[in-house]
Structure formats: structure tokens, C-alpha cells
């Protein structure tokens, strides 16, 4: 289905396709697409008891069956405190709540777009690809009502976007771990307060990506090598 709307007639000569969509709310709030994964699979990325994280990759082939993307919306400390671990905390709330829905046993809470969007379940079977298995869940709950809206609005616009977006395929909670919510000081030379520690990409809030975490690592070399 995305190879089809991205590639048209074109498409059994392509390879795996891949999008980047966004949509600005009447809220105000972004919702976009990130890491877009073509024939790609979600996986397990917890890494505590007790809450649950999915992500998305593939393989070098991108030739899975599904491809697959983190649907974000932005949200601001206004949404969840101005403390210094508070956007850590929201985090790992939403992940709790994703364990428990999913069964508290690393399945994954589960639910087709049609579901979540409050229409009939559509009759296109697209199979969830989480390593751990899923259980049909209601999705949004284990949202607050302003996320659930926002990802419902942006879900829908996207479904003008690219066809079928919003009538096949499905949702699996939840990928909490797009940007950190705390990031390590550094000084203008890439190094810590602790000497010799250069803090670096994603985990040391300082990218939002593959490519920008890897850029940073690249400078923090050449800072070491002066």
C-alpha cells in the first residue's frame, strides 16, 4: 500500500518506500511521523520491569512485510512539569500503562487504526510484527485525552496524504523514547563536568536521530583528537 501510493505504477521496480508526514492540530500541537521504517518490523526496547517501550527498524533487505513509524505528538512542560526529571517521569508513566494494558507480561497493547479512530474495524488484515506479541487493546488508554485527540486529528489528515493511512494497518503502544527529556551539560569543547566524558547523541539530549546522533559522535571525536 506504500509502495503503491509513493511509487504509482512505478512501484514493483522500486524499492521499500518510505514517507515523512506531519500535521499541525486546531490544539496547536504538532503530529508527525518518525523513524520512518520500510519493510520493517516493531521491537521491544524496554529496559526496566514494570513499563513497556516499543521501536521501529530494518533490516538491510527492507523487505518485511509491514513498514511502520512512531506517530509523535508535541507536547511541552506545560503538559507534564517543569521539574527537572518531570518529562523522565511523564515518560515512564505512559510506559507503565502500556505494560499493564499489554497484559504486564512484555506483550504489546494493540488496536487497528479504524478502532482508534472510532470506526468499524476494517476488513484488511495487516499482522503486527512486535517481537514479544501483542493483545488487543484500547489504545487510548494509555494516553491522556489531549494526546489521544491529537494522534486521532493527525491520523486522519495523514489518511489524505497518503490513501489508506487511516483505514488499514495498526497501532502498537507505545514508543516513548523519541527525544530525552533530560540532557547532560556540556561544556563548548563536548565534555562533561566529569573530565574526559564526552556526552553524546540521543541518550545525552543532543539528537533526534540516527543521522544527528551519528554527526554527533563524529564531532565529539574530532573534539577528542585536538
Known amino acids: 500500500m506504500i509502495d503503491d501510493s509513493q511509487y504509482r505504477e512505478h512501484a514493483p521496480f522500486l524499492p521499500a518506500a518510505s514517507y515523512k508526514l506531519s500535521h ?28 513497556l517501550v516499543t521501536n521501529g527498524m530494518s533490516y538491510r533487505a527492507r523487505d518485511g512485510v509491514n513498514s511502520n513509524s512512531a506517530i509523535l505528538v508535541g507536547l511541552t512542560p506545560a503538559d507534564y512539569g517543569n521539574g527537572l526529571f518531570d518529562g523522565m517521569y511523564f515518560q515512564k508513566h505512559l510506559e507503565e500503562k502500556a505494560f499493564t494494558l499489554g497484559g504486564g507480561d512484555f506483550k504489546a497493547p ?27 487493546a484500547d489504545i487510548s488508554k494509555v494516553f491522556p485525552e489531549y494526546i489521544t485527540e491529537s494522534l486521532k486529528e493527525g491520523i486522519t489528515d495523514f489518511g489524505k496524504k497518503i490513501h489508506g493511512f487511516d483505514t488499514c494497518g495498526v497501532i502498537t503502544a507505545v514508543e516513548s523514547r523519541s527525544t530525552c527529556p533530560v540532557r547532560i ?19 545525552a539530549g543532543y539528537a533526534g536521530g540516527i543521522m544527528s546522533a551519528a554527526m554527533d559522535g563524529m564531532k565529539a571525536v574530532e573534539n577528542y583528537c585536538k
Open 24 to 51: 499541525h492540530t486546531a490544539s496547536g500541537r504538532g503530529v508527525y511521523t518518525f523513524c520512518m521504517c520500510p519493510g520493517g518490523y516493531v521491537v521491544n526496547a524496554s529496559s526496566e520491569e514494570g513499563g
Open 110 to 136: 494493540c488496536q487497528s487504526v479504524t478502532e482508534f479512530l472510532g470506526k468499524k474495524k476494517d476488513t484488511v488484515a495487516v499482522l503486527p510484527t512486535f517481537s514479544n506479541g501483542v493483545r488487543e
Open 185 to 203: 551539560v556540556r561544556n563548548e569543547n563536548g565534555v562533561a563536568s566529569i573530565g574526559g566524558l564526552y556526552p553524546i547523541g540521543e541518550g
